[in-house]
């Protein structure tokens, strides 16, 4: 996101007009344009941000007034074997999901970028399920994984191998839903990665062919450089999405069998609005957000070490 | 050589994408008896349509289908008309404190939406909203941080020449916007649409934890719903999920360009 900025401030810098003679209203008009903005700064980012602060350290349940607890909900937190769980369950599931989902996006991306006839084709097959929601991809998943009638078992039998019970197997339940959400998600990173791609220049390749670089070094020293700063993004993106993964789990395991794919979110979903214990779930929430945060920051700092900007 | 071990790679991924919808539009046209049959019959026989009509007559789904579709029509129109002014305000006004607004927007971008949950479904509260379609629509409405970035860069991109020819005629601000830079913005503003269409399309979290009444529901939160009034009837379930995902469809097949344009301008932007 540095480049962001870097490239916003550039571009703003190359904005700043010579300052012709304006309207004398402008800077109320400006002002309007920008209100819905500015109230959303309030009401939807200044307002959950201090508010969640504030009920992280109170008890409240919905009907009597937030009473202040100090950290009693973070001490709660650090001695609530649920909470930690949650969090070994979402660390494991993000492991398993960030890199495969980045690999196989980039492999995909690198097949699908040259002049293949119906590429356009392919790449709407790719984002069918990207677009579908939850709930669908929980009955398509079913089709797939259902122990019984699923397709995964059938294939499995073809090769002589033993049936196994995916969602509802504690030990595989993660896993399971790991390749589900890299069903759904690779269409879009895909895509990412492709735009990644097309904005090497086709020149460092050409002139590669002519120093005689294999298949290989050309995709170790113009390819993967090339589109470092993608993967980055990628990788930021998907590992904030992947904290807070809630709908999947909501939809296709409410967390079973046993907890085994209670995910923290999702801990924190029946907390607050099950158990209406909003001031637990908002010290959840706030935990989470840290973690977020310290994620993104480390990603950061990595970042220098391998991410080439052109 | 490299083409066809391309192709391979691509039709299989693309096999291994499509083929678990067609095995679910199966499920969705059996009878129950074929759905839980083992092994599993490929082709439903007889195919029973009757699936999808039995879910029009046993439930709300018109209901369901109709607050999707407003839902959503009313955040694209929100969204896009909000985002396009905020954008237009920090890529073509003299706003003070423009860059400082960049920068929180790229802030609130990064704002994980875990620890809104709690907060906005007081605020809802608060203002009596819960139980209607307001909490689902009204944050549309006052820009996102994606469309403002969207928006802004394209504005960003347009000659001011335009716009100093229709100054000197004494237009207003908002008639340069509404009348000259918004027409000019058409691509950036489908993008915009088409992808406000699909997050609103397929929130499940929202609608679950703002709409409590049947007659409220969307499509996701309606389908889920159905799973626990149709214990022995999930092929019914499943039609109906299927024919959740098919507006949607729609329109990705009709915006196709867009999502991918956007989705590439997104990853640009980083």
Known sequence: MTVLTRRAGKAAAEQRPPAPKRHSGERIWAFAFASPYLLHLVALAAWPLLASLFFSMTDYDLVSEPRFVGFGNFTRMFGDD?????LGNTAYFAVLFVPTQTALALGLAIALNQRLRGMALFRAAYFVPVVSSWVVVAYVADAVFNPQTGL??????????PAENWLQDPALVIPTLAAVAVWKGVGYMMVLFLAGLQAIPEERYEAAKIDGASAWNRFRYITLPGISGTTFLVLVLTSIET??????????TDGGPHGASELTVLHLYRQGFQFFQMGYASAIAWVLFVLVLALTLVQFRLQRRWVHYA | MRKTLSYVLV??????????????????LKSFAQYIQVPPTWIPDPVQWDNYAEVWRRTPFGLYLTNSI???VLAVVGNVLTSAMVGH??????????QALLTMALGTMMLPTVITIVPNFLLFRSLGWLDTLAPLIVPYWLATP??????????????K??????????ANPWQVFWRIHLPLAKPALATLAVFTFTTSWKAVLEPTIYLTSPENYTLPVGVLSLKGQFVGNDQLVTAAAMMSLLPMLVVFVLAQRYFVRGTMSAGLKG
């Open chain 1, 243 to 252: 904290l807070q993964s809630f709908e999947q789990v909501f939809v296709m």
């Open chain 1, 152 to 161: 995964a078992n059938q294939v499995l039998d073809f090769f002589g191998l």
């Open chain 2, 11 to 28: 039709t299989a991924g693309a096999l291994v994408m499509l083929v678990p919808f067609v095995a679910a539009l199966s499920n969705s």
């Open chain 2, 89 to 98: 305000a920090l890529a073509r006004m003299r706003l003070p404190g423009k």
């Open chain 2, 146 to 159: 994606i469309g403002i970035f969207l928006m802004r860069q394209t504005f960003l991109g347009i000659p």
């Open chain 2, 70 to 72: 407003v839902i959503a």
């Open chain 2, 161 to 170: 020449d335009f716009e100093e020819a229709a100054s000197l005629d004494g």
């Open chain 1, 82 to 86: 649920v909470f930690w769980r949650t």
